[in-house]
């Protein structure tokens, strides 16, 4: 393929170009903070269900509390009343008497069970409540640390997209000058070889595959027309001679 050596100079101009763009996607890509971000996200994830949990443990706990006093309340209220009977002295037969008193013991042992049972709850309401305020913190504390991933990331990929900008805006300027099936190789070669389809030719080395040519081809390219499109031996990339290239 016969291609001009100032188009072949654009074309290096080109590859430069979207080696930078594709530096700032696999930057964009590879950026320490989405990691970060996506393992907060994670944790805060099994998080969310370990205080829907706790919640869902103070909200019982509370009604259990609730019902543990009403409990109480009631056999606390029937024993004051049979406590004033007793008391009052307008029961005066001896069976009844008994019967009043065995009553009035019996729900003072209830109560004495009952005060118990209130107690043990109160006790794993505060140790709930405190387990909840425990993942609520961890959460706070997670979420602030995302924030700051997130603002990492924005800057970052503000200050990427802004360069990504500016190439794109160069490479709209260069791509006409290209011929199109000289565009065409150069993006099939870019495509076989991770992003790198042009490569100058410096010091006699191939800066795509970095292989140092042979002098049989340093032969071929020196008696090759100026116009000539060379291909690395080795990697097959379009070569492009530089004043730098050592010929």
């Not at 763009?21 to 990691?35: F, I, M, N, V, W």
């Not at 009043?100 to 209130?118: G, M």
């Not at 979420?143 to 805006?169: G, H, N, Y």
Request: with cysteine.
């Amino acid at each position: 393929m016969k291609v001009e050596p100032a188009l072949q100079q654009r074309l290096l101009e080109l590859q430069a170009v979207d080696s930078r763009l594709d530096q700032l996607e696999h930057q964009r890509r590879t950026l320490p903070a989405l990691s970060v971000i996506a393992d907060l996200d994670s944790q805060l994830g099994v998080l969310a269900d370990r205080i829907i949990a706790a919640e869902t443990e103070v909200t019982d706990l509370q009604r259990a509390q609730t019902k543990a006093e009403t409990d109480v309340e009631q056999v606390r209220a029937r024993s004051d009343r049979d406590q004033e009977l007793l008391n009052s002295g307008r029961i005066t037969a001896s069976k009844e008497l008994e019967n009043l008193q065995h009553e009035v013991e019996s729900l003072a042992r209830r109560q004495s069970e009952l005060e118990d049972v209130e107690l043990e709850v109160m006790e794993q309401l505060e140790g709930a409540r405190e387990h909840l305020a425990a993942l609520t913190a961890e959460r706070d504390e997670l979420m602030t640390r995302r924030s700051v991933a997130v603002d990492e990331r924005d800057v970052a990929f503000a200050k990427t997209d802004a360069e990504s900008v500016d190439l794109r805006a160069d490479r709209a300027a260069i791509a006409p000058d290209i011929p199109t099936d000289l565009a065409a190789l150069y993006e099939k070669l870019r495509a076989d070889n991770a992003g790198v389809g042009a490569a100058a030719l410096r010091q006699r080395r191939c800066e795509g595959c970095r292989m140092e040519l042979t002098p049989i081809d340093i032969g071929r390219i020196r008696e090759s027309a100026e116009d000539e499109l060379l291909r690395c031996e080795e990697c097959r990339r379009i070569l492009v001679r530089t004043a730098e290239s050592g010929l």
